[in-house]
């Protein structure tokens, strides 16, 4: 297939998702036959064992749909000369990045042993034509990278294996967000005339829909599967090969921009965990709870809550990307409309206000108050003063009980089993769940 149309990426999409739905019970049952199972520890929400190869079945829908819609090459003219991308051999480091994810699964491998996997699956996908030769950057033109490209794109795609194992903590989440970012992408890739990363995309939002609907929690019981790291690294890889083909080697102006802001969500979430783990000298590799949907979880979110406010914020993200491309602001040659770009620059505003409101005024203010109300109970004695240090003291350390707010209907029920998690083993030193 030289030339896939919209209508081979929504054939492909349909696969990818269909196959990974039917898949993964096969692939849970495979996990409990090999011991693959994630007990209840003390970062995770999950409070009985669930077994964790759904990566295995979101592997097969993906390859499959690949293998049938996929050109096996795909050439993609520009200024700077015509570049390649064989994509059977994308396929080939996505099964690579499965099998390492799946053997950490199982084995527990050493952090250095996981990072030379994932760099070895990053260098195939780069020797297949995945990397940055250029950018095209607002008000400064093209930047080319003729002998650092290759190196970089491997620095990124590795960094994004670990962006979306590290945001894996919670039931739905990184399967729901990968599908809303990458469906943004297969919009964006084929506007820009990359229809081959296009089907990627798609591929990419099937098989993470697809395991979603064993992954997403209901009212009666938790996710039946996780995805572990075999399904994290497996996503994160795609999600960079379709961020570089559908959008970084392009040269429109804001082909560098639209990636940074459809994955700002799982970036600002891994930059505040690293940053902080560096703050208190604790390995960077090392799993803890401090990130945004652990959070949420102590001032009283239930999971669906929490998934609610990510996908939400995701989908704004994924709004302005596509505002950028489809809004007629600039003519991409130096030229601007004013009444566009007013448009545009409202909505950019509305998306960082409604940003700044979900992290700061959702997030900090409900637990200043709540943690208030539970400190002034344990001790009444204790002055305003007082009270405010150690409320400063819990939002910068981290060390803190569950705050719950009892007005949330689900709230009691999952502090409690928050609270069990005194009695679990402690979390394995690991990335991701």
Excluded at 18 to 23: F, P
Excluded at 115 to 125: D, K, N, S, T, W
Excluded at 237 to 266: D, H, N, Q, R, Y
Aim: glycine letters at 8%.
């Amino acid at each position: 297939m030289r030339h896939p149309t919209e209508l081979h990426a929504l054939y492909a999409f349909l696969a990818a998702t269909l196959l990974t739905a039917l898949l993964t019970p096969l692939s849970m049952r495979l996990a409990v036959r090999f011991g693959v199972v994630d007990y209840p520890r003390e970062r995770g929400l999950s409070d009985k064992p669930t077994p964790r190869l759904g990566g295995l079945a979101i592997f097969v829908g993906t390859f499959v749909a690949g293998w049938l819609w996929l050109p096996s090459q795909m050439w993609l003219a520009s200024t700077k000369g015509a570049v390649a991308t064989n994509y059977d051999e994308v396929l080939l480091a996505a099964a690579v990045i499965t099998c390492v994810g799946a053997l950490d699964d199982r084995f527990d491998l050493h952090p250095v042993v996981k990072l030379v996997g994932q760099i070895a699956a990053a260098v195939i996908a780069v020797d297949a034509g995945v990397w940055v030769h250029f950018i095209t950057l607002p008000f400064v033109g093209h930047v080319s990278f003729p002998h650092a490209g290759p190196w970089l794109t491997v620095i990124g795609l590795v960094a994004l294996m670990n962006v979306v194992n590290f945001s894996d903590g919670v039931d739905g989440l990184a399967a729901g967000v990968c599908a809303i970012i990458a469906g943004a992408f297969t919009i964006i890739a084929f506007d820009l005339g990359n229809s081959a990363a296009g089907v990627l995309a798609a591929i990419t939002a099937g098989g993470a829909l697809g395991f979603l609907v064993h992954n997403f929690p209901r009212h009666d019981r938790p996710a039946r599967c996780f995805m572990g790291d075999s399904g994290s690294n497996l996503l994160g890889l795609l999600m960079g090969c379709v961020a570089v083909e559908a959008s970084v080697k392009t040269e429109v102006v804001v082909s560098f921009v639209v990636p940074l802001i459809l994955l700002a969500v799982p970036f600002l979430d891994t930059t505040f965990v690293v940053l902080k783990r560096l703050k208190y000298r604790q390995p960077v590799y090392r799993a803890d709870s401090e990130h945004f949907h652990h959070r949420l979880a102590r001032i009283g979110f239930s999971r669906r809550q929490t998934l609610a406010y990510m996908y939400t914020w995701t989908l704004m993200l994924a709004g302005l990307a596509l505002a950028l491309r489809f809004v007629p602001y600039s003519d991409h040659h130096g030229d601007y409309n004013l009444g566009w770009s007013l448009v545009m620059l409202g909505i950019g505003l509305v998306v960082v206000i409604a940003s700044v409101y979900l992290v700061y005024g959702l997030e900090i203010l409900k637990f200043r108050r709540l943690d208030s109300i539970r400190l002034r109970r344990l001790r009444p004695e204790a002055s305003s003063m007082e009270i405010e240090r150690d409320v400063t003291s819990d939002l910068e350390t981290g060390e803190y009980d569950t705050v719950v707010d009892r007005t949330t209907p689900e709230a009691p029920s999952l502090a409690a089993a928050e609270r069990l998690t005194a009695a679990r083993s402690a979390a394995r030193p690991e990335i991701g769940r």
